[in-house]
């Protein structure tokens, strides 16, 4: 198997009519057979093609989980274009930077996020069109723009051959969160993909029969390799939602009676933390595969809603560890597979001794030297590798029997619910409000408990005693930054305790943050227990 195109087509051959994924929003549901999936795929490679994409250019996706997503996985298959999925959420200079950067011929996106390409059209000389998945559009100038469903909805034609001959050719281009400088654009090849299709029983425990479930956004490396690999190669029938919304989740669940699902960040602490009720332990759910489920409620998790754990730590660029069901200690994150070596060292390189942090590596068992490529970036990339070894710019310690435990990230980024953020993109936004006289982000530990999270710190400075609102700049924030972004806290004081060289002590802001309440505020919203729920 070459690409998800030769899996999907294998599969329509043999069982077109499978109702294999089903995508789900707030009670609607819309089915996509193999079939469909085939047939979908095969009309919109071909509108795309009238679109003049040509093999080996990329397409930006900027959609929720939606069916025309996985349909634009095929369609782009079967022409040898290459995906770039960002957040659909995503605005501004980052979501321009990120299309500038990967030289987008064309955009999908979703109705809801058409307004924020449309704000950056002007600063992408690449563009060309942009293919709407909803209601449509209004015109864009320079752009020709259409819609998803004029493309789809033409008489059959016949099928295009696949165009990607090589698994080693680009699948897609997925974006760091960009913690230590601009995010860079990791070349993800078709192997990767049909690699995972391999997973789901050796390593997340599936079985046929299985019903996997995620709210994880497509857009994300776990939802397409925990979930839709698999579940297409196995024939698992996947659920999944538009966006991952704690309080219907058992609902769903249950509705659909789906054995597995999937966990990340602080969505664990955040299904955890909803009120018990009388049927906790009345759910279809075997095991969850998790990548982050707080050592602290590890057991009472389990035992609440009748499930087992299976825990993994995964990135991008490479690396995969795996604590099976029963195998390792709650918190750890797991070992190595057969295929893989780690080390853990320290800023030298020299490896450290069991229960010590240090960074870590990861090497292939084969001695086969590992290598990164992040688009337009061959300095970075080869410097995201020693001797061979993958540095994956995480600090964890391994313990006497080799379990490993994450414990944060290398280089002082913030990780909150499941993404690495940049504290300085946060700041600068903050230090732009007309009353903040000086800022510092940083975060403290998360109340989700979930390892090596964080909330998010905004420390200000006002311009004069009580001139600042904290609400008005949390509504500051919410309207110029991504939400995952937006501050969890406001800490004013009237000054930000530093360093002879200006820069900010964390451990003396920590200490005021605990000591005085009073300097910190949480935003008020309306909605603000919907938008809590949202990971």
């Given at each position: 198997m070459?690409?998800?195109?030769?899996l999907?087509?294998?599969?329509?051959?043999?069982?077109?009519?499978l109702?294999?994924?089903?995508?789900?929003?707030?009670?609607?549901?819309?089915?996509r057979?193999?079939?469909?999936l085939?047939?979908?795929?095969?009309t919109l490679?071909?509108?795309?093609?009238?679109?003049?994409?040509?093999?080996?250019?990329r397409?930006?996706?900027?959609?929720q989980n939606?069916?025309?997503?996985?349909?634009?996985?095929?369609?782009a298959?079967i022409?040898?274009a290459?995906l770039?999925?960002l957040?659909?959420?995503m605005r501004?200079d980052?979501?321009?930077?990120?299309?500038?950067?990967?030289?987008?011929?064309?955009?999908?996106c979703?109705?809801?996020?058409?307004?924020?390409?449309?704000?950056?059209?002007?600063?992408l000389?690449?563009?060309?069109w942009l293919l709407?998945v909803g209601?449509?559009?209004?015109?864009?100038?320079g752009l020709?723009?259409?819609?998803?469903?004029?493309l789809i909805?033409?008489?059959?034609r016949?099928d295009?051959?696949?165009?990607?001959r090589?698994?080693?050719e680009?699948m897609?281009?997925?974006?760091?969160?960009?913690?230590?400088?601009d995010?860079?654009?990791?070349v993800v090849?078709?192997?990767?993909?049909?690699?995972a299709?391999?997973?789901?029983e050796?390593?997340?425990?599936?079985r046929p029969?299985?019903?996997?479930?995620?709210?994880?956004?497509?857009?994300?490396?776990?939802?397409?390799?925990?979930t839709?690999a698999p579940?297409?190669?196995?024939?698992?029938?996947?659920?999944?939602?538009?966006?991952?919304?704690?309080s219907r989740?058992?609902d769903?669940?249950?509705?659909?009676?789906?054995t597995?699902?999937?966990?990340?960040?602080?969505?664990?602490t955040a299904?955890?933390?909803?009120?018990?009720?009388p049927?906790?332990l009345?759910?279809?759910?075997?095991?969850?595969?998790?990548?982050?489920?707080?050592?602290?409620?590890?057991n009472?998790?389990?035992?609440?809603?009748?499930?087992?754990?299976?825990?993994?730590y995964g990135?991008?660029?490479?690396?995969?560890?795996?604590?099976p069901?029963?195998?390792?200690?709650?918190?750890?994150?797991?070992k190595p597979p057969?295929?893989?070596?780690?080390?853990?060292v320290?800023?030298?390189g020299?490896?450290v001794?069991?229960n010590?942090?240090?960074q870590?590596?990861?090497?292939?068992?084969d001695g086969?030297?590992i290598?990164v490529?992040?688009?337009?970036?061959?300095e970075e990339?080869?410097?995201?590798?020693?001797?061979?070894?993958?540095?994956s710019?995480?600090?964890?310690v391994?313990?006497?029997?080799?379990?490993?435990?994450?414990?944060?990230?290398?280089?002082?980024?913030?990780r909150?619910n499941?993404?690495?953020?940049?504290?300085?993109?946060?700041?600068k936004?903050?230090?732009?409000?007309?009353?903040v006289?000086?800022?510092?982000?940083w975060?403290?530990?998360?109340?989700?408990?979930?390892?090596?999270e964080?909330?998010?710190?905004?420390?200000?400075?006002?311009?004069?005693?009580?001139?600042?609102?904290p609400?008005?700049?949390f509504g500051w924030?919410?309207?110029?930054l991504?939400?995952?972004?937006?501050?969890?806290?406001?800490?004013?004081?009237?000054e930000?305790p530093?360093t002879?060289?200006?820069?900010p002590?964390?451990?003396?802001?920590?200490?005021?943050?605990?000591n005085q309440?009073?300097?910190?505020?949480i935003?008020?919203?309306?909605?603000?227990?919907?938008?809590?729920e949202r990971v």
């Amino acid at each position: 198997m070459t690409s998800i195109a030769h899996l999907v087509r294998d599969k329509a051959a043999l069982t077109p009519d499978l109702d294999i994924l089903t995508f789900e929003h707030e009670g609607v549901q819309e089915v996509r057979t193999y079939g469909q999936l085939w047939r979908n795929g095969q009309t919109l490679a071909s509108g795309l093609l009238s679109l003049g994409v040509a093999k080996g250019e990329r397409i930006g996706v900027l959609l929720q989980n939606h069916p025309e997503f996985v349909e634009a996985m095929v369609a782009a298959s079967i022409l040898g274009a290459v995906l770039v999925p960002l957040d659909p959420r995503m605005r501004g200079d980052k979501l321009g930077f990120m299309l500038r950067d990967a030289e987008c011929v064309g955009v999908i996106c979703g109705d809801y996020a058409v307004s924020n390409v449309h704000a950056e059209a002007a600063s992408l000389p690449s563009l060309k069109w942009l293919l709407v998945v909803g209601a449509g559009s209004a015109p864009v100038e320079g752009l020709e723009v259409c819609e998803h469903r004029l493309l789809i909805d033409v008489p059959e034609r016949p099928d295009l051959p696949i165009a990607v001959r090589d698994a080693s050719e680009p699948m897609q281009v997925m974006y760091t969160s960009g913690t230590t400088g601009d995010p860079k654009g990791i070349v993800v090849t078709h192997a990767r993909f049909t690699a995972a299709t391999g997973y789901g029983e050796s390593m997340f425990g599936y079985r046929p029969g299985d019903r996997p479930y995620t709210g994880l956004s497509l857009t994300h490396g776990n939802a397409q390799y925990v979930t839709l690999a698999p579940s297409l190669a196995m024939g698992l029938r996947a659920v999944l939602s538009r966006k991952f919304t704690k309080s219907r989740l058992w609902d769903v669940i249950r509705a659909n009676g789906c054995t597995t699902f999937s966990l990340l960040g602080g969505m664990a602490t955040a299904i955890y933390s909803e009120p018990r009720r009388p049927n906790d332990l009345d759910n279809p759910v075997r095991h969850v595969v998790s990548a982050g489920m707080p050592t602290a409620i590890w057991n009472d998790f389990r035992e609440r809603f009748g499930v087992e754990i299976i825990e993994f730590y995964g990135a991008m660029e490479g690396g995969l560890l795996l604590n099976p069901l029963g195998a390792g200690p709650p918190g750890s994150c797991g070992k190595p597979p057969a295929s893989l070596l780690i080390r853990v060292v320290d800023e030298e390189g020299r490896d450290v001794p069991a229960n010590r942090p240090g960074q870590l590596l990861f090497g292939m068992a084969d001695g086969t030297p590992i290598k990164v490529e992040y688009i337009g970036k061959p300095e970075e990339s080869a410097r995201k590798t020693v001797n061979g070894w993958l540095k994956s710019g995480d600090e964890v310690v391994r313990d006497e029997k080799g379990w490993v435990f994450f414990r944060n990230r290398v280089g002082g980024g913030i990780r909150h619910n499941g993404d690495f953020i940049d504290p300085a993109a946060i700041e600068k936004t903050v230090a732009e409000h007309p009353s903040v006289a000086d800022a510092f982000v940083w975060g403290v530990a998360a109340a989700s408990g979930a390892p090596g999270e964080k909330d998010v710190v905004a420390t200000v400075v006002p311009v004069s005693p009580g001139a600042l609102d904290p609400q008005a700049l949390f509504g500051w924030c919410r309207e110029r930054l991504e939400p995952n972004m937006v501050p969890s806290f406001v800490q004013i004081l009237s000054e930000i305790p530093k360093t002879a060289s200006e820069k900010p002590q964390e451990r003396f802001l920590l200490e005021l943050f605990t000591n005085q309440p009073e300097s910190v505020a949480i935003e008020r919203r309306p909605d603000n227990t919907k938008e809590k729920e949202r990971v």
